[in-house]
C-alpha cells in the first residue's frame, strides 16, 4: 500500500488478487483463502451453537441461530414440496455461507490489505464474491444438482421430453422447443452467479471510489452506504438461496 500514489494505482490496486499460475491455471489465492475462512466460521458457529446450545434459556448468539435455522426451513418447506434431506442442509449452507462471504465487504476498504501487506503480500483482495470465479463456481455447483435432480426423478427420457415438448406442444416445433429450453438451463447458472458477482462488484467499487474522496466526504458517503449495503449483503445472499431451491424444486416437479 505505501507504494500507491494516484487514484489510478489505489483502484488498480484493491482490484487485483493475489493469484498464481497464469491464463486459464491461473489460481486466485486470496479468494480461495477467503472462502475457506468464512465457510470455516460458518461451521465452528453452528457446532458450537449445537454442542453448547442449552434446552432451557438460550443465549443471544444461540437465538440468533436458531432464528436463521427456522427462518431458512420453514422457507425450505414453502418452496420444495418433495421430501429430501439434502435440501434443507444445503439452503441454509448456501445462505449463511454467500452473507458471510458477502459480509467482508462491510469491512474497512484498506483493512485486509494492509494487514496482509505487512505480511509481505503485494496484493490480496478480499472479497471472494467480487471473484466471478467463486460466484460462478457456485452456480456451477447448483447446476450440477440439477441435472442430477433432473436425471434422478424423471431419467434420461423424461428430461429430453421435457426439452422438447415445451412449450409448444406439436412435433412440428419440438427442433424449436429443444433450443428454446436449452437456452433457458444453461442461462440459469449464468444468471444466478453473474447476478451475485455483479451486486458485490459494484458495492465494492463504490466503497474504493468513497475512500478516494477527502476524509470528511468520507464520512458523510460510506456510513449511508454501509447501512445500505447491508441490505444488499442480505439480499444477494437469500436471492441466491431462493433460486437454487426453486430451480432444484423444478427439477422434482412433473410437468404436464
Same mark, same amino acid.
Given at each position: 500500500?505505501?507504494?500507491?500514489?494516484?487514484?489510478? *494505482?489505489?483502484?488498480?490496486?484493491?482490484?487485483?488478487?493475489?493469484?498464481?499460475?497464469?491464463?486459464?491455471?491461473?489460481? %486466485?489465492?486470496?479468494?480461495?483463502?477467503?472462502?475457506?475462512?468464512?465457510?470455516?466460521?460458518?461451521?465452528?458457529?453452528?457446532?458450537?451453537?449445537?454442542?453448547?446450545?442449552?434446552?432451557?434459556?438460550?443465549?443471544?448468539?444461540?437465538?440468533?441461530?436458531?432464528?436463521?435455522?427456522?427462518?431458512? %426451513?420453514?422457507?425450505?418447506?414453502?418452496?420444495?414440496?418433495?421430501?429430501?434431506?439434502?435440501?434443507?442442509?444445503?439452503?441454509?449452507?448456501?445462505?449463511?455461507?454467500?452473507?458471510?462471504?458477502?459480509?467482508?465487504?462491510?469491512?474497512?476498504?484498506?483493512?485486509?490489505?494492509?494487514?496482509?501487506?505487512?505480511?509481505?503480500?503485494?496484493?490480496?483482495?478480499?472479497?471472494?464474491?467480487?471473484?466471478?470465479?467463486?460466484?460462478?463456481?457456485?452456480?456451477?455447483?447448483?447446476?450440477?444438482?440439477?441435472?442430477?435432480?433432473?436425471?434422478?426423478?424423471?431419467?434420461?427420457?423424461?428430461?429430453?421430453? *421435457?426439452?422438447?415438448?415445451?412449450?409448444?406442444?406439436?412435433?412440428?416445433? !419440438?427442433?424449436?422447443?429443444?433450443?428454446?429450453?436449452?437456452?433457458?438451463?444453461?442461462?440459469?447458472?449464468?444468471?444466478?452467479?453473474?447476478?451475485?458477482?455483479?451486486?458485490? !462488484?459494484?458495492?465494492?467499487?463504490?466503497?474504493?471510489?468513497?475512500?478516494?474522496?477527502?476524509?470528511?466526504?468520507?464520512?458523510?458517503?460510506?456510513?449511508?452506504?454501509?447501512?445500505?449495503?447491508?441490505?444488499?449483503?442480505?439480499?444477494?445472499?437469500?436471492?441466491?438461496?431462493?433460486?437454487?431451491?426453486? !430451480?432444484?424444486?423444478?427439477?422434482? *416437479?412433473?410437468?404436464?
Amino acid at each position: 500500500m505505501e507504494n500507491v500514489t494516484t487514484a489510478h *494505482e489505489y483502484i488498480e490496486h484493491h482490484l487485483t488478487f493475489l493469484t498464481t499460475g497464469d491464463g486459464f491455471w491461473a489460481f %486466485n489465492v486470496d479468494s480461495m483463502l477467503m472462502s475457506w475462512i468464512t465457510g470455516l466460521l460458518f461451521i465452528g458457529a453452528f457446532r458450537y451453537v449445537v454442542t453448547k446450545g442449552t434446552s432451557g434459556v438460550p443465549g443471544r448468539f444461540q437465538c440468533l441461530i436458531e432464528v436463521i435455522f427456522e427462518f431458512v %426451513n420453514n422457507l425450505v418447506k414453502e418452496i420444495f414440496q418433495a421430501e429430501d434431506k439434502l435440501i434443507g442442509p444445503l439452503a441454509l449452507t448456501t445462505f449463511v455461507w454467500v452473507l458471510l462471504m458477502n459480509a467482508v465487504d462491510l469491512l474497512p476498504i484498506d483493512l485486509v490489505p494492509s494487514l496482509t501487506g505487512a505480511m509481505g503480500l503485494t496484493h490480496f483482495r478480499d472479497l471472494p464474491t467480487a471473484d466471478v470465479n467463486v460466484p460462478m463456481s457456485m452456480a456451477l455447483g447448483v447446476f450440477i444438482l440439477l441435472l442430477t435432480y433432473t436425471f434422478k426423478n424423471k431419467g434420461l427420457k423424461g428430461f429430453i421430453k *421435457e426439452l422438447t415438448t415445451q412449450p409448444f406442444d406439436n412435433p412440428l416445433l !419440438y427442433p424449436v422447443n429443444l433450443v428454446l429450453e436449452l437456452i433457458t438451463l444453461i442461462s440459469k447458472p449464468i444468471s444466478l452467479g453473474l447476478r451475485l458477482f455483479g451486486n458485490m !462488484y459494484a458495492g465494492e467499487m463504490i466503497f474504493i471510489l468513497i475512500a478516494l474522496m477527502p476524509w470528511w466526504m468520507q464520512w458523510a458517503l460510506s456510513v449511508p452506504w454501509a447501512l445500505f449495503h447491508i441490505l444488499i449483503v442480505f439480499l444477494q445472499a437469500f436471492i441466491f438461496m431462493v433460486l437454487t431451491i426453486v !430451480y432444484l424444486g423444478m427439477a422434482v *416437479e412433473e410437468h404436464h
